[in-house]
Structures are given as structure tokens and as C-alpha cells.
T-cell receptor, first 114, second 115 residues
Framework: SAVISQKPSRDICQRGTSLTIQCQVD?????MFWYRQQPGQSLTLIAT?????????ESGFVIDKFPISRPNLTFSTLTVSNMSPEDSSIYLC???????????FGQGTRLTVV | AQSVAQPEDQVNVAEGNPLTVKCTYS??????LFWYVQYPNRGLQFLLK??????LVKGSYGFEAEFNKSQTSFHLKKPSALVSDSALYFC?????????????FGTGTRLTVIP
């Protein structure tokens, strides 16, 4: 299994600012994903992070709000831009290997926007 | 469209008793099914999966799950619950034919094991 490290683990941010979350995997994974888990709710996929190209966003999520980078097979970042209190959530990074069906998750970043 | 339902928000069980956490799914194709557990302030940990073959799959920490195609269910079970099993459990599905690699998650079931 992969070990996925996210940082920061939590942050409290002012509205209107941006936060970049980093995701580091201890081995090369084929796929990387970013999910959002709003308080008391399930996980919703934000986007698939594609190495060396633009991320693939799910309906309801746009690049201007959630720019994503993936410069190589072990690292990705998610930026939450121009934050509002509605962005307060846990953001989770996930990765999976080619030929493996399960995904592995980071410990999440708990974001509070005030 | 695919979806996963976990009909119980909360399950309480006494320590030492068997536990069941329910999951049903709706997909347009063959599913890969998963269970994950989330402890407080932690990410999701993979418990087990069903891909093909034997309908009863065994996973981490003594958990098992039974795939039932006719009932489109994949309930999580454990013969004897521990207090340390108290956590949030998520069922997830991935549909093979769509070519997508992401998971669709249920709403989660909070399991409380009472000493």
C-alpha cells in the first residue's frame, strides 16, 4: 500500500484568501484524486490530478476555484482559492496504482474559513 | 449513474456481539466494491474489496463482507465487535465499464461499540 502524506493537516483561514494543500506519496502512483468531505457528509470527488496536464474536474468544480498541479507521479497540490466559509471541509488526497483496484488516502486537511 | 446507499447513519452494538453495517449499490455495469474506515481526525483506511470470485471477502481487523448480486448489497460484518472498532465506515463502488478509476462513496455509517 502507499503512504500518502498531506500538509497542512489543518488550517484556519480568512475569507478571500487561498490555501494550497500538498500531497506526497511514498511511491509512484498511476492515479491521484482530490476529494472533499463536508462536515458530517460523505466524500465528493473534486478532480483527477493528471501528471503533466490539466486536471479533470467533476461537475460543480472548476479550475479557477480549485487549481490542481501534478508535476510528477508522487506529488500533487490542490489550491482552494478565494475562500468562503462554505469551503470549510476536509480535503483528502487519494492515490492508486496501475492494476490495483483500491485507492489509498492521506490523512486529510481540515480547513476552516472564517 | 452509479450510487451507493448506506441506510443507517448510526449503528450501535455491544462489545463482543456481531456487527453488520449495510450497503447497497446501483450501477450500470459490473461493480468493484470497497469498504473503508475513518477514525477521528484521520484519513480513510482500506478494509476490504470485492472484485470477482468468492462472494465472501475477508479484510483487515477481522472484518468481512458478502457480495450479493441479486440484492445488490455488500454488507460489512464482524463476528465479535471491539470498542476500538468504533469509527465511521464508508462503502464505495467503482464501475469497471466506465473506465473511471475514482470511487463513489456512500454517506457513511457511524459505528459505536458499547463496552
Amino acid at each position: 500500500s502507499a503512504v500518502i502524506s498531506q500538509k497542512p493537516s489543518r488550517d484556519i483561514c480568512q475569507r478571500g484568501t487561498s490555501l494550497t494543500i500538498q500531497c506526497q506519496v511514498d511511491s509512484q502512483v498511476t492515479m491521484m484524486f482530490w476529494y472533499r468531505q463536508q462536515p458530517g457528509q460523505s466524500l465528493t470527488l473534486i478532480a483527477t490530478a493528471n501528471q503533466g496536464s490539466e486536471a479533470t474536474y467533476e461537475s460543480g468544480f472548476v479550475i479557477d476555484k480549485f487549481p490542481i498541479s501534478r508535476p510528477n507521479l508522487t506529488f500533487s497540490t490542490l489550491t482552494v482559492s478565494n475562500m468562503s466559509p462554505e469551503d470549510s471541509s476536509i480535503y483528502l488526497c487519494s492515490g492508486s496504482y496501475q492494476g490495483h483496484t483500491e485507492a489509498f488516502f492521506g490523512q486529510g486537511t481540515r480547513l476552516t474559513v472564517v | 449513474a452509479q450510487s451507493v446507499a448506506q441506510p443507517e447513519d448510526q449503528v450501535n452494538v455491544a462489545e463482543g456481539n456481531p456487527l453488520t453495517v449495510k450497503c447497497t449499490y446501483s450501477v450500470s455495469g459490473n461493480p468493484y466494491l470497497f469498504w473503508y474506515v475513518q477514525y477521528p481526525n484521520r484519513g480513510l483506511q482500506f478494509l476490504l474489496k470485492y472484485i470477482t470470485g468468492d462472494n465472501l471477502v475477508k479484510g483487515s481487523y477481522g472484518f468481512e463482507a458478502e457480495f450479493n448480486k441479486s440484492q445488490t448489497s455488500f454488507h460489512l460484518k464482524k463476528p465479535s465487535a471491539l470498542v476500538s472498532d468504533s469509527a465511521l465506515y464508508f462503502c464505495a463502488v467503482r464501475v469497471v465499464q466506465t473506465g473511471a478509476n475514482n470511487l463513489f462513496f456512500g454517506t457513511g455509517t457511524r459505528l459505536t461499540v458499547i463496552p
